[in-house]
């Protein structure tokens, strides 16, 4: 593996931990302050800045079932695709969702440029 390629793909795993850790401070770390985070599928958005997605995640890290477990990761240079589940509790009927997701994470200079987030079912978000 290239050194590029285990960096882009360190960056990515350490960034995922820190969701499950529940640390808001070191997930956005990660962050390029221009990251654009786009979401494919029902109610698809695309979110601009590192403060804006920032704001949409910090309730997210209050809800103790939030965690994301990877299945499988693939790594092409600075990209990093990763197929996910999400767990979470729905913010709406309080009921606890599994959802799958493939997210495609660009990486350049040790910072997440770019995420593209494939969503097939509601977000609970």
């Given at each position: 593996m290239s050194e590029e390629n285990r960096d882009a793909l360190s960056v990515v795993l350490e960034h995922l931990?820190?969701?499950?850790?529940?640390?808001?401070?070191?997930?956005?770390?990660?962050?390029?302050?221009?990251?654009?985070?786009?979401?494919?599928?029902?109610?698809?958005?695309?979110?601009?800045?590192?403060s804006m997605l920032?704001?949409?995640?910090?309730?997210?890290?209050a809800d103790p079932k939030n965690t994301i477990s990877i299945w499988r990761y693939v790594v092409d240079g600075n990209q990093?695709?990763?197929?996910?589940?999400?767990?979470g509790t729905d913010p709406k009927t309080g009921e606890v969702k599994l959802v799958d997701?493939?997210?495609?994470?660009?990486?350049?200079?040790?910072?997440?440029?770019?995420?593209?987030?494939y969503i097939f079912e509601e977000r609970f978000f």
């Open positions: 931990y820190c969701w499950n850790m529940k640390d808001l401070e070191g997930f956005t770390s990660f962050l390029a302050d221009n990251v654009v985070n786009e979401f494919v599928g029902p109610k698809g958005t695309t979110i601009q800045g590192k920032k704001n949409l995640c910090q309730p997210l890290f990093v695709a990763v197929a996910c589940v999400r767990e997701e493939a997210d495609v994470f660009e990486v350049s200079d040790g910072k997440i440029q770019k995420v593209t987030s």
